[in-house]
């Protein structure tokens, strides 16, 4: 959940010149209690003058260079930011229309950083934003979840290896106001990649930002050093949407995405209602050897966009610990199903060339994930509901 929204206190919130938008953005925060912050490399007096001069409700906190003794980038204004707030480092967000003085500062802090298209279009860097009322819109629908974040998960010691698996949508068998179920505008944006429109948003934008928001709200973003996506069935198909979204990803908090950090060398078997066989799944994927060493001892995030029985998580992180990857996170987008599958392997290979499975080369143990119904509810109520009644 939002608690703070740093700022440069100049561009971000159109000063010297805000227009309406920017006053009732101003309000809108106050009104929401959450606390406005300022982290400048001017001197206080300035900043607040700006405030004053158009008659803007001050903000709660600044931090200026004279308060830490260094300029932006330097995460100590993040630091004394959370520390006068008293919260949470998760609990920040950061609106910024520099990459080098504020993207930056958020990145160098570990907080989500948002790119101000409305004052400076085109950067690079941070989730990008289009105007204020946007940002509110944000923190209203996605900023405002809380624990667990996740409509389905599992975590389990399974040997030596601690099992962890999210899903971001468990129930999405209802159907929107058109009638239309949700399962298959969610198959066409993640299976077909093309898009649907959802008001003035549409649903890709929609699972961007959910995505983004519950990996940095529960932390799991912090938790990795690399992304990878798990690839599509069919090698020269791709995964163009999730590939996408973990390009954002790293733009966003400079996580390295790694493209090819799983390879399918050769094409998997297509399996209906998600009865995929792990040893087709492991004989099919490897791990290019230019990773050798290189993931050691590191933690990583695996992608995928559906999830039944789990086969495809499963060989990625079992692929991954071979290559003495410390600890493998899983998301999925949505998922069938409330049980997983977890593989106990009989054997050790290479990961770093093609190997050849049979299905007596491991053990399968189902288990129950637990549903955690308020956040399906949520996205369907507070989420979907409010973009589809055409809000923006």
Known sequence: MVKVVVC??????????????????????RKQNITLAVASNKTRGRVLRR????????????????????????????ARIAEEANVERRHIVYIGDR??????TATNAGVLPFAAEYSNPGMEYGLQIPSLQS??????????????????????????????IYTLIYDHSWRDSRLRKVTNHLQTVLKEHGNVDLGNWNVRSVLLYLLISQCYFSGLIHEVD?????????????????????????????TPYEPDLITRHTPSNKCQHGNRKLWNQLNT??????????????????????????TSLEAARQLLYQANVSNVYCLAIAKYR?????????KDWNPFEPTEFTESDYRRETVKGKVFDEQDRRFREQIWSFFEDDHR
């Open 226 to 254: 690399r992304i990878a996506v798990y690839p599509s069935s069919n090698p020269e198909k791709g995964n163009p949407t999730l590939e996408q979204f973990s390009q954002i990803m790293q733009r966003t908090f400079n």
């Open 8 to 29: 440069d206190g100049h561009g971000t919130l159109e000063l010297p010149n805000p227009s309406d938008q920017a006053y009732h953005f101003r309000e809108w925060l």
């Open 51 to 78: 405030f004053e001069n158009e008659d803007m409700r001050p903000p709660e906190i600044v931090v200026t260079k004279d308060d830490i003794g260094k300029r932006k980038p330097a995460p100590e204004f993040i």
């Open 285 to 310: 994927i490897f791990i290019p050897p230019r990773y050798r060493g290189k993931i050691s001892g590191e933690s990583v995030l695996v992608i995928d966009d559906f999830t039944t029985s789990g």
């Open 99 to 104: 990459v080098k003085t504020d993207i930056i």
């Open 135 to 164: 940002l509110a819109h944000y923190l209203d629908k996605f900023g405002s979840a809380h624990r667990p974040y996740f409509a389905w998960w599992l975590r389990r010691t399974v040997v030596e290896d601690v099992v962890r």
């Open 338 to 346: 409330k049980t997983h599958e977890i593989a106990l392997m009989r």
